[in-house]
């Protein structure tokens, strides 16, 4: 059950006294080939779950890192229903938790009803859909609940306090602390009230609380997860495999170990 392989793999790392680390990959870049290979060394790096990124021609909430390795994919010929067949490939032999981070303009074109079948059949566990608000997720909500696909949402710093406890409330498998206002891409330093924002967002959540966006070193894993249960980091991880900086990558992943 897809929900629940997500509840289980954080439940390993919360209860073994770490800290979730989520890593984000642009799917096919560097050619679909790879990604098999690439989702084998993040789960043995120490990854507790896989945000898989789909290339867009208008990726909103992307910054220049994570475009780019949007272009480099669209040019090797990705598309959204070559990652959910590769990802169908590989299945059998995946044990990671795979969460798809796409916009709401590909999946409305492929079909909400076929889409979420695909991802059933692919074993994708979650996803996320930045520009998708509340107020129009019933466009999705029906067919991924039947898919027992979890949607995991953001929470913004600037969303007001009764928003931020409709999303909490709504949430499947973890929510996502936004850290920055802003698209994706590494930050020097973060606010100063971050972290009882995040703190608050632990209080009401009644699932893991990881914080995502400008995520970039060993210390802003550490800084962070004193307020919530982990970090989702994307375009550090991104850059670094591109340069096949594989030992830089491991090192920032096990620093959310205890």
Known sequence: MPKQKIDQAFERVLNNGDKAFVPYIMAGDGGL????????????????VVELGIAFSDPVADGPTIQEAGIRA???????????????????????????????????????ANFAKAC??????????????????????????????????LAALTSPKERIEEIVK???????????????????EFKENLAAHLTSLQEISKVPVLAG??????????????????VVVGSRIVELLHKGDHETIRTLIQSARA
Do not use: W
């Open 33 to 48: 080939d790879k990604l098999d290979e690439q989702l084998a060394f993040l789960e043995e790096c120490g990854a507790t």
């Open 74 to 112: 669209l040019k090797n010929g990705v598309s959204l229903g070559a990652v959910l067949n590769k990802l169908v490939e590989t299945k059998q032999t995946r044990s990671i938790p795979v969460v798809l981070m796409t916009y709401i303009n590909p999946i409305y074109a492929y079909g909400v």
């Open 120 to 153: 059933e059949r692919a074993g994708v566990d979650g996803l996320i859909i930045p520009d998708l608000p509340l107020e129009e997720e019933t466009i999705v909500v029906s067919e991924l609940t039947a898919s027992n696909i979890a949607l995991i949402r």
């Open 170 to 188: 709504r949430t499947e498998g973890f929510l996502y602390a936004v850290t920055v206002t802003g698209t994706t891409g590494a930050r020097s």
């Open 213 to 230: 966006f400008g995520v970039s070193t060993p210390e802003h894993v550490k800084e962070l997860t004193k307020s919530c249960d982990g």
